[in-house]
């Protein structure tokens, strides 16, 4: 599907395990299966548009009021965009102190002004890992293959991360146009704070 102007994708919503769980073990053992980090930010849907501008939408179709640092901006500007792309990430700003202008990117749902629902995550992946990213402030998130409750306990010691989102590398995109849809590829884990219990 060709995509050449603005539109909006409702995200996927990771399923809430525990680490408890026997799913958590079970997906650990799985080599189809990676964890990424999950970040204390605010979801972000990233719109390279054809004009060379960029626009900042959360989960809720709402456009975020931000206004990106002249580096987090240079980051942008070299990514190398070509056409209309679209991408699901996390803004890291003013939601742990010290962390300020830094996104870290998950997915890419649009590739030059192609809707990627027909790929896997695991190709998806390789189109992300295709843009030019030239320091921290602008990066794909890192991924892990085993030892996930190990990787779990020691991320979460860092005040920003607040567990693990794991994902099949075969996934593919369930964009929604009206709401979320709860994910079938993804699941989420974590830790226990005073204002969450699993």
């Known amino acids: 599907m060709k995509i050449n102007k603005f539109t909006y994708f409702y995200p996927e919503k990771p399923r809430l395990i525990s680490v408890d769980q026997a799913l958590f073990a079970i997906l650990n053992d799985k080599s189809e299966v990676v964890a990424e980090k999950k970040y204390n930010g605010i979801r972000l849907q ?49 939601k742990t102190k010290g962390v300020q202008h830094k996104i870290v990117l998950f997915d890419v749902f649009a590739h030059q002004g192609v809707l990627l629902n027909k790929r896997p995550f695991w190709n998806r992946r390789g189109v992300l890992e295709g843009y030019n990213f030239v320091n921290d ?62």
């Open 137 to 198: 402030n602008l990066k794909p998130a890192e991924q892990f293959d085993s030892d996930f409750l190990k990787i779990f306990n020691e991320v979460t010691k860092v005040q920003e991360i607040e567990g693990l989102v794991m994902k099949n590398k075969t996934g593919m995109l369930e964009l929604g146009r009206k709401a979320g849809v709860s994910s079938k590829w993804m699941w989420k884990v974590r830790r226990p704070t005073k204002n969450y219990r699993f």
């Open 46 to 94: 990233l719109h390279c548009m054809p004009d060379g501008t960029f626009q900042f939408w959360n989960r809720h179709n709402t456009k975020i009021q931000y206004i990106p640092s002249d580096e987090l901006l240079d980051s942008l500007n070299q990514m190398g965009c070509e056409g209309y792309n679209i991408f699901d990430g996390e803004l890291r700003h003013a």
